[in-house]
């Protein structure tokens, strides 16, 4: 059944085409298969997609706010210059905030915020419907391929367009080109935890 909207609702209103994100949607949506996610699991609601192409025009445009909706942790290891952080978790929490937050004093009748995740399956797409639900007049986007696709096709010859990558963090995965270390290597990553976990555990 779908939700009941609500004019400056402080939670994203889902609808039937869109339901409401499961407690491991983040998890969900940053792994490597976030890229079987179909994309026909999209918002209901009229947004465009960004060519990875556009990413220098968009990074210049004074209108446009890209939003990086990662987690802190992803983002840790490289962003787009000047990109918004933004994680999902605020979008699911307080999305008028949030957006009133990276909009600030702009006018959001002229503003156009482009979204994007690790991959911009999931993540991405659920964050922009949430900022369309909260303020209407907000122009929204989705970068096609998001982060990953950005490292794969865009930072070795552009590197200026990046910020804060960590070279040994991303790896070369086939077709994918460089994909996020831990995406490619879940088991080396979670190993890699356990034993960060036991060397700060307290000695008993």
């Known amino acids: 059944s779908s939700a009941t909207?609500?004019?400056?609702?402080?939670?994203?209103?889902?609808?039937?085409?869109?339901?409401?994100?499961?407690?491991?949607?983040v998890q969900r949506g940053s792994g490597l298969a976030a890229l079987s996610i179909d994309v026909a699991e999209?918002?209901?609601?009229?947004?465009?997609w960004v060519e990875l192409a556009d990413v220098p025009a968009l990074l210049e445009d004074p209108t446009t706010i890209v939003v990086d909706v990662r987690t802190d942790e992803e983002r840790a290891d490289g962003f787009l210059r000047g990109s918004a952080h933004a994680p999902s978790t605020e979008w699911e929490e307080a999305p008028q905030d949030t957006v009133s937050k990276l909009i600030g004093a702009k006018d959001p009748t002229s503003t156009r915020l482009v979204f994007h995740?690790?991959?911009?399956?999931?993540?991405?797409?659920?964050?922009?419907?949430?900022?369309?639900?909260?303020?209407?007049?907000?122009?929204?986007?989705?970068?096609?391929?998001?982060?990953?696709?950005?490292?794969?096709?865009?930072?070795r010859e552009r590197p200026e367009y990046f910020d804060g990558v960590k070279p040994e963090r991303w790896v070369e995965f086939?077709?994918?080109?460089?994909?996020?270390?831990?995406?490619?290597?879940?088991?080396?990553?979670?190993?890699?935890?356990?034993?960060?976990?036991?060397?700060?555990?307290?000695?008993?």
């Open 117 to 155: 995740c690790m991959y911009s399956r999931e993540r991405a797409p659920r964050a922009a419907m949430a900022a369309v639900q909260a303020s209407p007049e907000v122009k929204v986007a989705i970068l096609r391929g998001g982060f990953q696709g950005c490292m794969a096709q865009l930072w």
């Open 174 to 204: 086939g077709r994918q080109g460089l994909v996020w270390a831990p995406d490619a290597n879940p088991s080396a990553y979670v190993a890699e935890l356990l034993a960060a976990n036991t060397q700060q555990a307290p000695a008993s």
């Open 5 to 25: 909207s609500f004019p400056g609702s402080r939670k994203p209103i889902w609808t039937t085409a869109m339901p409401p994100p499961r407690r491991n949607s």
């Open 42 to 48: 999209k918002p209901a609601i009229d947004y465009e």
